[in-house]
């Protein structure tokens, strides 16, 4: 499974990105989806994921600001983040579940200025 994001970038707080995940390659039998972040100096954590049947989970610190979703024809999951603020900058990577093994994608950096 290969997986490559796009959509990071810089914003100032308050402002609105769209992350986009475009999975290929073996893409039979994928479930889960969704993205974690790591700030720098900090770890890896979970930010949102989707089920196969389009279940959410967020966060708590980005629950009412964040949404995740997902397009099974396009093999895309997408993160809409809005209201962001000076803590959401980070490297933001796409993962899927797939028979119990996660693949991951490249990462792609968020930047929020105040």
């Known amino acids: 499974v290969q997986l490559v994001e796009s959509g990071g970038g810089l914003v100032q707080a308050g402002g609105s990105l769209r992350l986009s995940c475009a999975a290929s390659?073996?893409?039979?039998?994928?479930?889960?989806m969704g993205w974690y972040r790591q700030a720098p100096g900090k770890e890896r954590e979970l930010v949102a994921t989707i089920s196969s049947g389009d279940s959410t989970n967020y966060a708590d610190s980005v629950k009412g600001r964040f949404t995740i979703s997902r397009d099974n024809a396009k093999k895309t999951v997408y993160l809409q983040m809005d209201s962001l603020k000076r803590e959401d900058t980070a490297v933001y990577y796409c993962y899927a579940g797939r028979f119990n093994q996660l693949h991951w994608g490249q990462g792609t950096q968020v930047t929020v200025s105040s």
């Open positions: 390659g073996s893409i039979f039998g994928i479930n889960a």
